[in-house]
């Protein structure tokens, strides 16, 4: 009696530690579509367990997303943007919050990303604008930011990020197993069996057709793919776009948003023109498949080109494998990324690398990300 009473008060205690070494943590990710604010709330221990749950997205204002444009494209008054910024990713955990009656403010940890305007990794520079500092004293909770720079600074493509993340999801799913996201350009992780794992951008994603649909129709996107279905490949502007230096580079690898242009495809009507680079978008991926070590047998779609039905269906007239959303899975595509950089800042708190040989190409596994403690930091903002 006593032996057994003794072993369930150890199991309830063994229960309880690993409860408090799990972190209440919130990932924010404001990704190259440019689209809004994705927040997402878990707890976990930045190793193999993690509890998920809630999440939103909450769209850019007209006016930060022109500025967001622009800044792109030209010198900016930054610091101005960076505050601008910060406060709707304030903005953005107040509802996320709102929506998590039973947490409250009880937050360890936030992960935040920062919003890419530079990354150019073959001159070591990366530059992710979001102020951490100004985060932490505004929320009243320990940031973690500038998760990149650390692996670009020591020889890595700074890119992609999410892998890690990736693997603790899929740990019981079949292997070899690709994840695709196509935000504003285009990343798979490949898992192998044990443990193997390669990640590399793939090249645009959903950055040429936005531009694209901008240009000509003042659109933020094709939405659903609706007129690219309407429009007709056109397969010489197609071969041109994957003529591209970047596509026989060996992987790790990681492009710019910019790094391709839409003057192949401005001779094109609208509905031939989008239609064209979704098919070099898919194209783009096919090939990446001549550098993972053994096809997979499923593709599991995140990010928001998932909705995009002309995208979905060239990836699978061209890859030759089952394509699928990650909600497939159980998975929610609108969060993933907001989730890892959540997980990814209990990694960078424990100071466990971020990134791999195998994800970024950097040397030897490597931690990032700069911390800001809340308790530390001055009103200086008031």
Not at 10 to 30: A, D, N, P
Not at 44 to 66: A, C, H, Y
Not at 184 to 200: E, Y
Request: hydrophobic content about 40%; some cysteine; overall charge positive.
């Amino acid at each position: 009696g006593k032996k057994l009473v003794l072993g369930i008060l150890s199991w309830k205690l063994t229960i309880k530690q690993r409860q408090t070494m799990l972190k209440k943590v919130i990932g924010l990710m404001s990704g190259t579509s440019m689209d809004g604010i994705d927040a997402a709330y878990l707890k976990t221990d930045g190793k193999r367990k993690v509890e998920l749950g809630e999440s939103i997205t909450l769209p850019f204002n007209q006016n930060l997303r022109q500025k967001l444009t622009k800044v792109l494209s030209s010198n900016f008054e930054l610091k101005a943007l960076e505050r601008q910024l910060t406060e709707a990713h304030v903005d953005a955990i107040t509802h996320l919050k709102n929506k998590m009656i039973t947490v409250g403010d009880d937050i360890d940890l936030i992960g935040f990303h920062g919003h890419t305007i530079l990354h150019d990794p073959n001159n070591k520079r990366t530059l992710q604008i979001g102020d951490g500092k100004l985060l932490a004293e505004l929320i009243g909770v320990d940031v973690i930011c500038d998760f990149r720079s650390n692996d670009v600074l020591h020889g890595g493509q700074g890119a992609p990020f999410a892998p890690l993340y990736h693997k603790v999801l899929s740990a019981n799913l079949e292997k070899p197993l690709t994840i695709l996201n196509l935000g504003g350009v285009a990343n798979i992780t490949w898992l192998g069996d044990s443990g193997k794992i390669l990640a590399f951008d793939t090249g645009p994603g959903n950055a040429l057709i936005d531009d694209f649909m901008s240009l000509r129709l003042g659109k933020k996107m094709d939405f659903g793919g609706n007129l690219a279905m309407s429009g007709k490949v056109d397969k010489k502007i197609l071969e041109i776009y994957l003529e591209h230096p970047y596509f026989s580079k060996s992987a790790p690898k990681s492009l710019d948003r910019n790094q391709f242009e839409l003057s192949p495809v401005s001779k094109l009507s609208d509905a031939d023109g989008v239609a064209t680079l979704s098919a070099f978008t898919a194209e783009a991926v096919a090939n990446s498949f001549k550098l993972v070590p053994k096809k997979p047998k499923i593709l599991l779609v995140t990010g928001g080109g998932r909705h995009n039905l002309a995208l979905m269906r060239e990836l699978k007239n061209r890859l030759g494998v089952e394509v699928q959303p990650v909600e497939n899975v159980g998975w929610k595509g609108d969060a993933l990324e907001a989730q890892a950089f959540g997980y990814l800042a209990v990694r960078s708190l424990l100071g466990l690398s971020l990134s791999l040989p195998s994800t970024t190409g950097v040397d030897l596994p490597l931690s990032g990300g700069v911390l800001f403690r809340a308790s530390s930091i001055k009103n200086d903002y008031k």
